[in-house]
């Protein structure tokens, strides 16, 4: 199975921050790459997908790029209603994994 | 507005069987892939499964840990898929989420609100 590793597991940020989350993949998954955003006692929702298309409806100040094992996930000028958990999911090999995920918290 | 609503979450024994539907709607559901993906309280998530399309012989795949025991299945007629679990065990406890597939990228796009299953004695 591909292991999908995300740094860091958390992070402190104040409004207005940029932060950028890391992804990697024990192996290669060319750009097969989705990230997705969390709430408490939520579901799921989609952000990214081929690792920097943007899904319909999802603002610009996400983004993210990479290719072959290593990710990024930048949210620029954050805002309260961003800090959530954030995973990424390979989507290249079966059986799809998940990262463990970053939780995003206000400082 | 796609909307994905699961339904048949509950408490069961271990060693018991369950099944979660999926009901979809506001697209052509015959024309996707379907996931399942669950998520053990205070856990990260976790693919379960997935039906392909009839243009895809609606062949599934699923993760490991639940091959023998969980079978995905669908009815195009309904706009449903199901997942029969049986053989519960205690670590299968979690929100089930039941997901859309893109048709073009097959990546997830849109999720369910998912549906708790406890197995406990």
């Known amino acids: 199975d591909i292991q999908m590793t995300q740094s860091p597991s958390s992070l402190s940020a104040s409004v207005g921050d940029r932060v950028t989350i890391t992804c990697r993949a024990s192996?290669?998954?060319?750009?097969?790459l989705a990230w997705f955003q969390q709430k408490p006692g939520k579901a799921p929702k989609s952000l990214i997908y081929a690792a920097s298309s943007l899904q319909s409806g999802v603002p610009s100040k996400f983004s993210g790029s990479g290719s072959g094992t290593d990710f990024t996930l930048t949210i620029s000028s954050l805002q309260p209603e961003d800090f959530a958990t954030y995973y990424c999911q390979q989507y290249n090999t079966y059986p799809i994994t998940f990262g463990q995920g970053t939780r995003l918290e206000i400082k | 507005e796609v909307h994905l609503v699961e339904s048949g979450g509950g408490l069961v024994q271990p060693g018991g069987s369950l099944r979660l539907s999926c009901a979809a709607s506001g697209f052509t559901f015959s024309d996707h892939y379907m996931d399942w993906v669950r998520q053990a309280p205070g856990k990260g998530l976790e693919w379960v499964g997935r039906?392909?399309?009839?243009?895809?012989?609606?062949?599934?795949e699923y993760v490991a840990s639940v091959k023998g025991r969980f079978t995905i299945s669908r009815d195009d007629s309904k706009n449903s898929m199901y997942l029969q679990m049986n053989s519960l065990k205690t670590e299968d406890t979690a929100v089930y989420y039941c997901?859309?597939?893109?048709?073009?990228?097959?990546?997830?796009?849109?999720w369910g609100q998912g549906t708790l299953v406890t197995v406990s004695s």
């Open positions: 039906t392909r399309s009839k243009a895809n012989s609606y062949t599934t």
């Open positions: 997901a859309r597939v893109h048709s073009g990228n097959y990546y997830v796009d849109y």
């Open positions: 192996q290669g998954i060319s750009n097969y």
